[in-house]
């Protein structure tokens, strides 16, 4: 597994890296058998990176149980305080990660969304204040802006950011991504299948069901969802011509910017994490990064 250096004087981690979200039951129901299963086959692989949060549901317990017997040493974790970003409700929600993850220290922590409500100054130094008392070994941020970002900085550096970044969701190219390469930030990108729109595995019409997240989402419904799987379906047929899956081009896709330290794929089971596994050492020729691009200036606007 090719690995990268997270942010200015950081760690190396894998380029790919394993989101909790879907082991949490965000996507519908995954049995703690097999999640735990999949969390140890990804560490077994080579994947080092594994990121969780405090409101990923059943996440961060599946997650300690599945890094026991040796595996939690084996690890970069990372989880995020979600929600109340007060000094002491990112003091509270950090002690109640640790017991739910069964450990001493993570290795990264991170404020999980921008929230005005809380002064970014003093979320910022309650953070910095775990990292001194070896809660944390580093700190970031999570889908902020690149000018949420520098309000951050002002009160202390931070390894890393958090963005949503596939190929129907660019808006951080503009700004945030240069921001992060000025500055040192390693980039995790999230969501990198755009929630299954980029996984060739969805049909028009198809119904989520209630149980799962995306049964809310505009663009999984009517026609903003089949004009996507369209364009999927155009994509898959260069992904194909390339020798890979959609899943594997989205991935590798991603990972053609350097600021990207690691791309967080949300495997629910070991079939799906061998696949996430052929996106790590693919390379491009600016004729087929082109084509992409022109394929994509397609897809709808949601």
């Avoid at 599946?62 to 690890?75: E, N, P, V, W």
């Avoid at 929230?115 to 889908?143: C, F, H, W």
């Avoid at 990108?189 to 989520?208: C, W």
Wanted: glycine share 8%; hydrophobic share 45%; aromatic share 8%.
């Amino acid at each position: 597994m090719q690995t990268r250096q997270l942010g200015h004087n950081g760690p190396q981690v894998s380029c790919i890296g394993l989101g909790a979200w879907p082991i949490g039951g965000g996507m519908g129901p995954v049995a703690a058998a097999t999640a735990i299963a999949t969390v140890r086959a990804a560490i077994d692989a080579g994947i080092s990176l594994l990121d969780t949060a405090q409101a990923y549901r059943t996440s961060e317990a599946t997650l300690g149980q599945a890094l026991k017997d040796g595996y939690r040493q084996r690890c970069f974790l990372a989880t995020k305080v979600s929600g109340d970003y007060s000094p002491t409700g990112i003091q509270q929600a950090m002690d109640n990660s640790l017991k739910a993850l069964g450990v001493d220290e993570v290795d990264l922590y991170q404020i999980h969304s921008w929230n005005p409500q809380y002064p970014v100054a003093d979320s910022i130094a309650a953070m910095l204040k775990l990292q001194e008392a070896g809660k944390t070994r580093y700190i970031g941020v999570s889908n902020y802006d690149a000018a949420q970002m520098a309000q951050a900085l002002e009160t202390g550096f931070f390894h890393s950011n958090q963005p949503r970044y596939n190929m129907f969701d660019r808006d951080i190219e503009t700004a945030d991504l240069p921001f992060c390469r000025e500055q040192g930030i390693g980039v995790l990108a999230h969501s990198p299948l755009a929630k299954g729109l980029l996984t060739n595995t969805y049909r028009p019409g198809h119904v989520f069901p209630t149980a799962d997240e995306r049964s809310d989402f505009p663009r999984f419904q009517g026609a903003l969802f089949d004009r996507y799987i369209a364009v999927a379906d155009q994509l898959a047929a260069i992904a194909a011509d390339k020798g890979l899956s959609l899943v594997q081009m989205a991935i590798a896709w991603i990972l053609r910017r350097e600021e990207v330290s690691c791309v967080l794929v949300g495997a629910k089971n070991q079939a799906q994490l061998q696949e996430h596994l052929g996106a790590a050492d693919v390379s491009w020729s600016a004729g087929e990064l082109a084509a992409i691009d022109a394929m994509l200036r397609a897809a709808p606007a949601g």
